[in-house]
T-cell receptor
Framework: GAGVSQSPSNKVTEKGKDVELRCDPISGHTALYWYRQSLGQGLEFLIYFQGNSAPDKSGLPSDRFSAERTGGSVSTLTIQRTQQEDSAVYLC????????????FGPGTRLTVT | AQTVTQSQPEMSVQEAETVTLSCTYDTSENNYYLFWYKQPPSRQMILVIRQEAYKQQNATENRFSVNFQKAAKSFSLKISDSQLGDTAMYFCAFSGGSNYKLTFGKGTLLTVNP
């Protein structure tokens, strides 16, 4: 079946602009995670969804970052007033359940802020 | 908070030989899961192998096996009969707690030489 998809694959934006990153999880997966991968910080957890609720937003680096999930499926990560330090690869993963199940990753969105 | 340490930033191995990647972790959780993920240059994170902490038997998946030492909090990955396609960044990851988010190590870049 179809895996996790993310769009766009690459995004170049100017400092100060807003961006939206999209994640389509595997159908039926209730848990959805966003991670960020950067050279300096490695792989960092951003936010976790169970259904449409986000019980853990502890990894969001600032209030410029927000995310939502609708219909228990698609999720959007929004970064407002982008800064150069936001440049990274943003990875989305989904899981059939929370407890110890494998997380399946999408191909990521490479965000470059100029 | 959990921490995951991969002490080998880079490793290389000849094709058909065996290589072991090291990983240690720290946690106060009793129930948790450990994973090895592979990330080739394509950027796609691929699950290699999964280990439940409550299982004493080491997980195996074809050429990949782990040496899980719970008391020592060690979780190494052995790759047998290395193939050129195994060239990738390998991440050790911990999953546990209330939302089972993944905590990653910094990664080991493995190069398989012909």
């Amino acid at each position: 079946g179809a895996g996790v998809s993310q769009s766009p694959s690459n995004k170049v934006t100017e400092k100060g602009k807003d961006v939206e990153l999209r994640c389509d999880p595997i159908s039926g997966h209730t848990a959805l995670y966003w991670y960020r991968q950067s050279l300096g910080q490695g792989l960092e957890f951003l936010i976790y969804f169970q259904g449409n609720s986000a019980p853990d937003k502890s990894g969001l680096p600032s209030d410029r970052f927000s995310a939502e999930r609708t219909g228990g499926s698609v999720s959007t990560l929004t970064i407002q007033r982008t800064q150069q330090e936001d440049s990274a690869v943003y990875l989305c993963a989904s899981s059939a359940a929370v407890t110890g199940y494998e997380q399946y990753f999408g191909p990521g969105t490479r965000l470059t802020v100029t | 908070a959990q921490t995951v340490t991969q002490s080998q930033p880079e490793m290389s191995v000849q094709e058909a030989e065996t290589v072991t990647l090291s990983c240690t972790y720290d946690t106060s959780e009793n129930n948790y899961y450990l994973f090895w993920y592979k990330q080739p240059p394509s950027r796609q994170m691929i699950l290699v192998i999964r280990q439940e902490a409550y299982k004493q038997q080491n997980a195996t998946e074809n050429r990949f096996s782990v040496n899980f030492q719970k008391a020592a909090k060690s979780f190494s990955l052995k790759i047998s009969d290395s193939q050129l396609g195994d060239t990738a960044m390998y991440f050790c990851a911990f999953s546990g707690g209330s939302n089972y988010k993944l905590t990653f190590g910094k990664g080991t870049l493995l190069t398989v030489n012909p």
